[in-house]
């Protein structure tokens, strides 16, 4: 069966402070993968897409980058943490065009 | 215009009672839809797919009308596990990604 596995459950990081949050995928090959973001009181907002290894689709944040090193690991990364990234950061993969989400536990991350 | 928009109540309900909750989307090329369950502080989950012809799963009841834009999720005989925040998801026209509305908030109450 297929498990997706995002890690750490909750980080506190300074202003200022690099980034890095990684989520597996296992069980498939070629998924679709995803980063949302869900702050405080707000909606999910869709940070980054990839469709397969080497390829990211950016939505709209400014001070993160993704990457897609292997085909079923997605990494979400800054080199300096705003205050405004505080917040729920959601994995999440797909099986086809037509499918829904299998999301990931989440990081609550929290900038101090 | 929101892509997906949703009544973010809180819907205080008893247990037992009935309650729907209504979405609306903007845009018509859509073709898949959702609802996704989010219990507090925790990922969302796949409640159910929601079908043209309308589609039922338990006590939980899925309507799609194409014409209005409008996605609605039923749900009978109310629980307190029901309590949670529920939330319209819909696929992006031509694209790989989904959009979710804010969400409606659920209190079953005794």
């Known amino acids: 069966s297929q498990t997706i596995h995002q890690w750490p459950a909750t980080l506190v990081q300074p202003v200022g402070s690099p980034l890095s949050l990684e989520c597996t995928v296992e069980g498939t090959s070629n998924p679709n993968l995803y980063w949302y973001r869900q702050a405080a009181g707000r909606g999910l907002q869709l940070l980054f ?40 950061y959601l994995c999440a993969w797909k099986v086809d065009f037509q499918s829904g989400y299998t999301f990931g536990s989440g990081t ?3 900038v101090v | ?54 589609n039922e799963d338990g006590r939980f009841t899925a309507q799609l009308n194409r014409a209005s834009q409008y996605i609605s999720l039923l749900i009978r005989d109310s629980k307190l596990s029901d309590s949670a925040t529920y939330l319209c998801v819909v696929n992006r026209p031509g ?16």
């Open chain 1, 108 to 110: 609550r991350l929290t």
């Open chain 1, 49 to 88: 897409y990839s469709v397969g290894i080497g390829q990211i689709s950016s939505e709209v944040p400014q001070n993160l980058s993704a990457s897609r090193p292997q085909d079923r690991q997605f990494i979400l990364s800054s080199k300096k943490l705003l205050l405004s990234d505080s917040g729920f």
């Open chain 2, 1 to 54: 215009r929101k892509e997906v928009e949703q009544d973010p109540g809180p819907f205080n309900v008893p247990e037992g009672a009935t309650v729907a909750f209504n979405c609306t989307y903007s845009n018509s090329a859509s073709q898949s839809f959702f609802w996704y369950r989010q219990d507090c502080r925790k990922e969302p989950k796949l409640l159910m797919s929601v079908y043209s012809s309308g």
């Open chain 2, 95 to 110: 694209g790989y990604a989904l959009n979710f509305g804010k969400g409606t908030s659920l209190l079953v109450t005794p």
